[in-house]
């Protein structure tokens, strides 16, 4: 998994021959076969591991927020996925899983990972439906702007998209 994710982020599901993941990791390309089921079941761990990973971010930041409104919770929440969009192999495995959702089992991955994030933001917040909509709605944008770099543009429509939304992690 972890010499195929690298490749997936670059490539997508689609592009990636399991031929260089076999390379990748330092096996023979039957020997990998032995390994994993199939290249989709290998793509499906690592979009889990993924979500999982950007779970356990949201998570982290939910700590310690008790005293807040549901809405400050949420928009706290929220704020970390800088630290999300900061490891570019995450996003790139995000917008590669749902251009792959043409396979059902890639779809049903996917589904599962958005459900994940959706419950966690409910049950960390306590926020109404139309907040965390709202949440994910400007967590699609940022993916979006964050993988074609926009936020560094000096252009009208960029501006426009970027807004006063956060790309970088507080250091």
Known sequence: MAAARPLFA???YFGTPTV???KAAG???GYMFRLIETKEALFIAVVRDCFAQIVS???AAGKDVGA???QERLNRIGLSYADVLARRELLLIQLHAAAACTEPA???AVREGYASI?????ELSGAEDAAIQQVMAVGMLTNFIAAMDAEDLDEPWARTLVGDLVFKTAE
């Open 10 to 12: 670059q490539r997508g």
């Open 20 to 22: 260089e993941i076999a």
């Open 27 to 29: 096996l023979s390309h």
């Open 57 to 59: 971010t949201l998570r």
């Open 68 to 70: 807040l409104s549901p």
């Open 106 to 108: 890639v779809r049903q």
């Open 118 to 122: 959706v419950e966690l933001l409910r």
